[in-house]
């Protein structure tokens, strides 16, 4: 009695399934036996092994992270807030010829000028100014600004994605115009950043994407 179409269907299936695991299975020792080789033959060159995928993603994200610490701890936001006698030592580290008395004088300016624009006195401030530190304000509201579509609601939740996108941005975006179009729209900005994000408090609390 010959076996039914479907039954022959079935055998063929399953003999098919076994030889693909055979197939995978000699594959697989290969590649085992390949990598086996490769690692002894690197060993026997003074080479470190070759890292898995799994390590070199780990790898990157300890990169990512660690840049992203670094911005974090640099950034116009960023605490500590200085005192006039830490902003006065790190003002010292970085023009370490510089007379103490000008040291000084830049400390208590840096400190109204802080006061005035609503920012903390940290070392982004003490090292790149606070015009700088405006800017950057400035660009993280205009990032944040555009990907809620207006300037007078802004969601938190898009916080992070935007201070993302500031960090590869150093300008405030504004098209080329009449210069005293410009100046109005720039002194526009940097005010409406300074009354929506302040000193950044919020950004301290947000973790980046």
């Not at 008395?101 to 000028?113: C, I, N």
């Not at 660009?139 to 960090?167: H, P, R, S, T």
């Amino acid at each position: 009695m010959h076996d039914s179409k479907e039954a022959v269907c079935r055998r063929q299936r399953a003999w098919r399934a076994r030889q693909k695991v055979k197939r995978e299975a000699v594959a697989l020792a290969a590649k085992a036996a390949h990598k086996a080789d490769l690692a002894a033959r690197r060993a026997g060159q003074g080479l470190p092994p070759i890292k898995t995928g799994a390590e070199r993603v780990q790898e990157h994200r300890a990169r990512v992270e660690a840049v992203q610490d670094t911005k974090r701890l640099e950034s116009w936001y960023s605490l500590p807030s200085l005192t006039a006698d830490g902003a006065l030592a790190y003002l010292q580290e970085l023009h370490p010829t510089e007379p103490i008395d000008s040291l000084l004088q830049l400390v208590g300016l840096l400190q109204g000028r802080c006061q005035k624009h609503n920012l903390i006195l940290n070392k982004f401030v003490c090292r790149d100014g606070v015009e700088s530190a405006r800017i950057k304000r400035a660009v993280l509201f205009q990032c944040w600004a555009q990907l809620n579509g207006c300037e007078m609601e802004l969601d938190a939740a898009l916080l992070a994605q935007a201070m993302a996108q500031a960090e590869q941005r150093e300008q405030i975006d504004i098209p080329e115009s009449h210069p005293t179009w410009y100046r109005q729209e720039l002194a526009r900005i940097l005010d409406f950043s300074q009354t929506m994000l302040g000193d950044g408090g919020y950004c301290r609390r947000e973790p980046l994407p």
